[in-house]
């Protein structure tokens, strides 16, 4: 269990090494302009319309980072530096909340489950914890075991999300560079940027995944 615990702190300073970064690097490259002159909300809009998704609308948003695709009302929402500026990290960014959109409409498999579990996540992420801290507060090992069950769906959801993440920015790399959005020498500070939001998606499932193996490690010793 010590080992253990020692893998669960390294996670956690890797998280927030990871935000960080991701700061870091958004705000290094969005001082630097694309050679296209093409704002974040100009890239999505082609983006969009040449894949076919015309009716699938752009906002802008309040706050930093806060960019992301809305499978329910399919809706592309972009933070105000990254839907109207010009950088590199705006087309960064944008690209990949369009490569959503893309997976969307082709029924990229890992999203479709990803979406069909969400309920049931949402419900569990609610009610896991409590069953788990009851059950070792009151030495119920099958609140803790149900507990245990509930946690697995959350692990599994942030899981499946990484396959998700990775091919959205994947999608966004080829399109933007084929397409003309930035020119070959920009592609660093791209995929820079995609590879710093990347790594927190890793962080956070890793840090689940190590807390997951900690409460079946305690449930099993209780056991035994």
């Not at 999203?111 to 801290?133: D, M, Q």
Request: aromatic letters at 10%.
């Amino acid at each position: 269990m010590g080992f253990l615990y020692v893998l669960i702190i390294a996670a956690f300073i890797l998280s927030i090494w990871a935000q960080f970064r991701v700061k870091g690097t958004f705000n290094k490259w969005s001082k630097v302009e694309s050679s296209t002159g093409m704002t974040g909300y100009d890239v999505a809009r082609h983006m969009l319309d040449t894949n076919g998704l015309q009716d699938v609308p752009i906002e802008p948003v309040r706050g930093a980072l806060s960019d992301h695709y809305d499978p329910i009302h399919r809706v592309v929402r972009l933070s105000e530096p990254v839907y109207y500026e010009r950088s590199i990290s705006a087309i960064s960014v944008a690209s990949h909340e369009v490569g959503h959109a893309i997976q969307h409409k082709e029924h990229y498999p890992m999203l479709v489950l990803r979406h069909k579990i969400f309920p049931v996540v949402n419900f569990a992420s609610g009610i896991a914890p409590f069953l788990i801290l009851g059950g070792i507060i009151f030495n119920a090992l099958n609140l803790v075991g149900l507990g245990i069950i509930f946690f697995s769906v959350m692990v599994a959801f942030q899981l499946i999300t990484l396959p998700v993440e990775f091919n959205a920015s994947s999608r966004a790399r080829d399109i933007i560079v084929q397409e003309g959005y930035i020119q070959r020498d920009e592609e660093r500070g791209v995929g820079k940027v995609l590879n710093a939001a990347a790594l927190t998606y890793v962080a956070a499932a890793l840090i689940s995944l190590l807390e997951l193996v900690r409460y079946i490690a305690i449930f099993t010793s209780n056991r035994e």
